[in-house]
């Protein structure tokens, strides 16, 4: 699956959150909104891209009081802080620090900065 830009700072956003989180919480976090008109485009949004994440089992959601609460999954991992990174001789540097690592089958196979 190919992930671009919004993927990895919604896989970003739910790494540093820590704790289930619903689409319009993310919506009010990750854009500048104008009005509630913005809000519910941006939720709609949001969802699209969370049922890809879904699929590919880098996210989980738990439904709970008619509301879906998202989170990583464990084979999705957020590092914070770190200007750059080194692993087996390649260097990485992400932005302002913060890396997505992907692992599938024990394996790691992505780095997303």
């Not at 089992?57 to 590092?79: P, R």
């Not at 001789?89 to 620090?97: D, I, L, N, P, S």
């Not at 913060?98 to 196979?109: N, P, R, T």
């Amino acid at each position: 699956m190919k992930l671009d830009d919004i993927d990895i700072k919604i896989l970003k956003f739910l790494g540093k959150l820590k704790k289930p989180v619903t689409t319009t919480d993310m919506a009010k976090e990750l854009f500048a909104l104008k009005d509630e008109y913005d809000l519910k485009k941006k939720d709609n949004f949001i969802r699209l891209r969370l049922k890809r994440l879904l699929k590919a089992g880098l996210v989980a959601g738990k439904e709970e009081n008619n509301h879906t609460n998202y989170v990583l999954c464990a084979d999705c991992i957020v590092i914070s802080g770190l200007p750059r990174i080194s692993i087996n001789g390649t260097v990485f540097k992400g932005q302002k620090g913060d890396y997505v690592f992907i692992i599938k089958g024990g394996f790691l196979e992505q780095i997303l900065s």
